[in-house]
């Protein structure tokens, strides 16, 4: 799966901070950044497969 804002890259973590996520709690690396959210608060997501 892509990112939707970042179309060139694989959506690799999952936002688990506790608010309303802009990016549908589906991320990637550069929207990680932009959201400002800390790494302590994603989940990556091949920890679901």
Do not use: N, W
């Amino acid at each position: 799966m892509y990112c939707k804002f970042h179309p060139k890259i694989q959506v690799s973590l999952i936002c688990a901070a506790p608010h309303k996520c802009q990016f549908k709690r589906k991320m990637c690396v550069e929207c990680q950044q932009e959201h400002g959210v800390e790494v302590k608060q994603t989940i990556l997501m091949k920890k679901f497969y």
